[in-house]
Protein backbone atom coordinates (compact mmCIF):
# COMPACT_ATOMS: atom_id res chain seq x y z
CA UNK A 1 0.00 0.00 0.00
CA UNK A 2 1.58 3.39 -1.35
CA UNK A 3 1.69 6.22 1.48
CA UNK A 4 0.50 9.13 -0.10
CA UNK A 5 -0.64 12.88 0.79
CA UNK A 6 -1.67 15.98 -0.39
CA UNK A 7 -0.48 18.94 1.27
CA UNK A 8 -3.00 21.43 -1.16
CA UNK A 9 -6.18 20.21 0.91
CA UNK A 10 -6.59 21.59 4.24
CA UNK A 11 -6.57 19.45 7.40
CA UNK A 12 -8.93 19.03 10.02
CA UNK A 13 -6.79 16.97 11.83
CA UNK A 14 -3.49 16.99 11.95
CA UNK A 15 -1.25 13.62 14.24
CA UNK A 16 1.93 13.83 14.38
CA UNK A 17 4.59 11.60 16.47
CA UNK A 18 1.61 10.06 18.67
CA UNK A 19 2.82 8.04 21.01
CA UNK A 20 0.56 6.13 23.82
CA UNK A 21 1.43 2.99 26.02
CA UNK A 22 -0.69 1.35 28.64
CA UNK A 23 0.64 -0.03 32.03
CA UNK A 24 4.06 0.18 33.92
CA UNK A 25 7.69 -1.08 34.19
CA UNK A 26 7.30 -5.18 32.34
CA UNK A 27 3.70 -4.66 31.81
CA UNK A 28 3.42 -1.39 29.88
CA UNK A 29 2.09 -2.10 26.47
CA UNK A 30 2.88 1.04 23.42
CA UNK A 31 0.34 0.62 21.55
CA UNK A 32 0.66 3.83 19.11
CA UNK A 33 4.17 4.04 17.76
CA UNK A 34 5.03 7.63 16.29
CA UNK A 35 2.07 7.47 14.27
CA UNK A 36 1.80 10.86 11.84
CA UNK A 37 -2.12 11.20 9.88
CA UNK A 38 -3.85 14.07 8.22
CA UNK A 39 -7.54 13.60 7.75
CA UNK A 40 -8.75 16.42 5.62
CA UNK A 41 -11.82 18.88 5.06
CA UNK A 42 -14.12 17.25 2.48
CA UNK A 43 -12.85 13.61 2.76
CA UNK A 44 -14.25 10.14 4.79
CA UNK A 45 -11.21 8.59 5.84
CA UNK A 46 -11.19 4.70 6.71
CA UNK A 47 -8.67 3.80 9.34
CA UNK A 48 -7.95 -0.28 8.84
CA UNK A 49 -6.07 -3.02 10.09
CA UNK A 50 -5.69 -6.29 12.55
CA UNK A 51 -8.14 -5.89 15.89
CA UNK A 52 -5.54 -4.80 18.48
CA UNK A 53 -3.68 -2.52 16.16
CA UNK A 54 -4.29 0.34 17.72
CA UNK A 55 -7.23 2.08 15.59
CA UNK A 56 -9.77 2.84 18.91
CA UNK A 57 -6.88 4.34 20.98
CA UNK A 58 -5.87 6.60 17.81
CA UNK A 59 -9.96 7.59 18.17
CA UNK A 60 -9.90 8.60 21.14
CA UNK A 61 -6.71 10.26 21.14
CA UNK A 62 -7.93 12.27 18.23
CA UNK A 63 -10.71 13.18 20.03
CA UNK A 64 -9.41 14.41 22.94
CA UNK A 65 -10.80 11.69 25.45
CA UNK A 66 -7.28 10.02 25.68
CA UNK A 67 -4.03 11.41 27.03
CA UNK A 68 -1.47 10.76 24.85
CA UNK A 69 2.40 10.01 26.05
CA UNK A 70 4.09 11.66 22.93
CA UNK A 71 3.24 13.85 20.34
CA UNK A 72 1.34 16.90 18.87
CA UNK A 73 -2.50 16.23 17.75
CA UNK A 74 -4.18 19.64 16.17
CA UNK A 75 -8.08 19.73 15.33
CA UNK A 76 -9.33 22.71 13.38
CA UNK A 77 -6.20 24.29 14.21
CA UNK A 78 -6.30 23.42 18.10
CA UNK A 79 -3.99 21.78 19.92
CA UNK A 80 -5.47 19.51 22.28
CA UNK A 81 -2.69 19.79 24.45
CA UNK A 82 -3.21 22.98 25.34
CA UNK A 83 -6.73 23.08 26.16
CA UNK A 84 -7.31 21.68 30.23
CA UNK A 85 -9.97 19.23 30.34
CA UNK A 86 -12.75 20.91 30.55
CA UNK A 87 -12.36 23.15 27.36
CA UNK A 88 -11.51 19.92 25.76
CA UNK A 89 -14.80 18.57 26.63
CA UNK A 90 -16.46 22.05 25.50
CA UNK A 91 -14.92 21.97 22.30
CA UNK A 92 -15.13 17.80 21.67
CA UNK A 93 -19.00 18.51 22.34
CA UNK A 94 -19.26 21.65 19.66
CA UNK A 95 -17.53 20.28 16.82
CA UNK A 96 -17.49 16.33 17.10
CA UNK A 97 -19.68 13.41 17.12
CA UNK A 98 -18.97 9.91 17.81
CA UNK A 99 -20.58 6.47 16.77
CA UNK A 100 -19.37 3.62 18.94
CA UNK A 101 -19.33 -0.08 18.66
CA UNK A 102 -21.37 -0.34 21.83
CA UNK A 103 -24.66 2.10 21.04
CA UNK A 104 -24.53 3.84 24.30
CA UNK A 105 -28.40 4.57 24.46
CA UNK A 106 -30.28 5.64 27.75
CA UNK A 107 -32.71 2.69 28.56
CA UNK A 108 -35.26 5.15 29.91
CA UNK A 109 -35.16 7.73 26.88
CA UNK A 110 -37.30 7.13 23.42
CA UNK A 111 -34.86 6.79 20.22
CA UNK A 112 -35.54 10.46 19.33
CA UNK A 113 -35.15 12.17 23.76
CA UNK A 114 -31.65 9.89 22.99
CA UNK A 115 -30.76 11.22 19.55
CA UNK A 116 -31.71 14.77 21.04
CA UNK A 117 -29.30 14.38 24.03
CA UNK A 118 -26.22 16.13 22.83
CA UNK A 119 -29.16 18.97 21.35
CA UNK A 120 -29.76 19.44 24.84
CA UNK A 121 -26.14 19.14 26.62
CA UNK A 122 -25.74 22.20 24.06
CA UNK A 123 -28.59 24.21 25.53
CA UNK A 124 -31.19 23.86 22.53
CA UNK A 125 -34.83 24.13 24.12
CA UNK A 126 -36.69 20.87 24.29
CA UNK A 127 -39.64 21.21 20.96
CA UNK A 128 -36.57 22.11 18.86
CA UNK A 129 -34.52 19.15 20.03
CA UNK A 130 -36.66 16.86 19.86
CA UNK A 131 -37.81 18.23 16.11
CA UNK A 132 -35.00 17.77 15.06
CA UNK A 133 -34.24 14.56 16.52
CA UNK A 134 -37.02 13.21 14.35
CA UNK A 135 -35.92 14.33 11.34
CA UNK A 136 -32.89 12.91 12.01
CA UNK A 137 -34.10 9.48 12.69
CA UNK A 138 -36.33 9.54 9.47
CA UNK A 139 -33.54 10.32 7.48
CA UNK A 140 -31.54 6.54 8.66
CA UNK A 141 -35.09 4.96 8.40
CA UNK A 142 -36.81 5.07 11.82
CA UNK A 143 -39.24 8.02 11.53
CA UNK A 144 -41.67 5.47 12.68
CA UNK A 145 -39.80 4.47 15.61
CA UNK A 146 -39.32 7.82 17.26
CA UNK A 147 -41.39 6.93 20.38
CA UNK A 148 -39.91 3.70 21.44
CA UNK A 149 -37.57 2.71 23.78
CA UNK A 150 -34.41 0.91 22.96
CA UNK A 151 -35.19 -2.47 24.90
CA UNK A 152 -38.04 -2.67 22.04
CA UNK A 153 -35.69 -1.52 19.10
CA UNK A 154 -33.37 -4.46 17.09
CA UNK A 155 -29.36 -4.07 17.47
CA UNK A 156 -29.73 -2.94 13.79
CA UNK A 157 -32.18 -0.31 15.20
CA UNK A 158 -30.58 0.70 17.65
CA UNK A 159 -27.48 1.44 15.90
CA UNK A 160 -29.02 3.83 13.29
CA UNK A 161 -30.55 5.68 16.63
CA UNK A 162 -27.27 5.95 17.62
CA UNK A 163 -25.99 7.52 14.35
CA UNK A 164 -28.67 9.57 14.64
CA UNK A 165 -27.73 11.16 17.82
CA UNK A 166 -24.07 11.52 16.49
CA UNK A 167 -25.09 13.40 13.21
CA UNK A 168 -28.05 15.14 14.98
CA UNK A 169 -25.71 18.39 16.00
CA UNK A 170 -24.11 18.48 12.55
CA UNK A 171 -20.86 17.90 14.06
CA UNK A 172 -17.46 19.11 11.84
CA UNK A 173 -15.83 15.79 12.51
CA UNK A 174 -17.74 13.16 12.89
CA UNK A 175 -15.62 9.65 14.36
CA UNK A 176 -17.30 6.19 13.91
CA UNK A 177 -15.91 2.67 15.31
CA UNK A 178 -17.63 0.17 12.75
CA UNK A 179 -21.02 1.87 12.37
CA UNK A 180 -22.05 -1.03 9.87
CA UNK A 181 -21.12 -4.00 12.38
CA UNK A 182 -24.15 -4.36 13.75
CA UNK A 183 -26.59 -3.30 10.14
CA UNK A 184 -27.42 -5.62 7.40
CA UNK A 185 -26.19 -5.09 3.56
CA UNK A 186 -28.85 -2.51 2.57
CA UNK A 187 -29.47 -0.66 6.00
CA UNK A 188 -25.50 -0.76 6.15
CA UNK A 189 -25.20 0.96 2.59
CA UNK A 190 -27.63 3.57 3.15
CA UNK A 191 -25.58 4.43 6.29
CA UNK A 192 -22.87 5.23 4.70
CA UNK A 193 -24.37 7.02 1.56
CA UNK A 194 -25.00 9.72 4.93
CA UNK A 195 -21.73 9.35 6.33
CA UNK A 196 -20.15 10.09 2.67
CA UNK A 197 -22.40 12.87 2.41
CA UNK A 198 -21.36 14.20 5.85
CA UNK A 199 -17.55 13.96 4.21
CA UNK A 200 -18.48 15.57 1.39
CA UNK A 201 -19.30 18.84 2.96
CA UNK A 202 -16.18 21.27 2.37
CA UNK A 203 -15.94 22.34 6.40
CA UNK A 204 -16.76 18.57 7.72
CA UNK A 205 -14.36 15.56 7.72
CA UNK A 206 -15.40 11.82 8.66
CA UNK A 207 -13.34 8.68 10.35
CA UNK A 208 -14.37 4.89 10.08
CA UNK A 209 -12.42 2.27 11.87
CA UNK A 210 -14.23 -0.77 9.87
CA UNK A 211 -13.22 -4.18 8.87
CA UNK A 212 -16.06 -4.30 6.64
CA UNK A 213 -14.98 -4.96 2.82
CA UNK A 214 -18.35 -3.43 1.14
CA UNK A 215 -17.90 -0.31 2.41
CA UNK A 216 -14.13 0.48 1.33
CA UNK A 217 -16.05 2.21 -1.46
CA UNK A 218 -17.26 4.88 0.45
CA UNK A 219 -14.11 6.48 0.95
CA UNK A 220 -11.71 8.90 -0.29
CA UNK A 221 -8.20 7.22 1.47
CA UNK A 222 -7.83 4.52 3.49
CA UNK A 223 -5.19 4.27 5.91
CA UNK A 224 -3.91 0.89 7.16
CA UNK A 225 -2.78 0.91 11.16
CA UNK A 226 -0.93 -2.23 11.95
CA UNK A 227 0.66 -3.17 15.15
CA UNK A 228 0.55 0.61 16.28
CA UNK A 229 1.99 2.22 13.24
CA UNK A 230 0.52 3.62 9.92
CA UNK A 231 2.08 1.48 7.34
CA UNK A 232 0.28 3.31 4.10
CA UNK A 233 -1.80 5.47 3.30
CA UNK A 234 -3.64 5.22 -0.69
CA UNK A 235 -6.74 7.39 -2.07
CA UNK A 236 -9.43 5.11 -3.31
CA UNK A 237 -10.90 5.00 -6.75
CA UNK A 238 -14.17 6.56 -6.65
CA UNK A 239 -16.53 4.92 -9.17
CA UNK A 240 -16.73 6.75 -12.10
CA UNK A 241 -13.74 8.29 -12.16
CA UNK A 242 -10.78 7.39 -14.60
Known amino acids: MKAMSDDTQPAAV ?3 GIVKSF ?3 DTQVTVLKG ?10 LLLVGE ?18 DEGDIDVFGVPLSTLPAGKRTTFRGQTMGFIYQQFNLLPVLTAAENVAVPLLIQKAARPEALHRARIMLDRVGLG ?4 FLPKNLSGGQQQRVAIARALVNEPRLLICDEPTAALDGPNGQKIMELLREVGRSPDRCVIVVTHDSRIFHFGDRMANLTDG ?3 GIERIKQEGTA
Open 144 to 147: DRAE
Open 23 to 25: GTG
Open 35 to 44: IDLDVYLGEL
Open 51 to 68: SGGGKTTLLSAIAGILDI
Open 14 to 16: RAR
Open 229 to 231: RIV
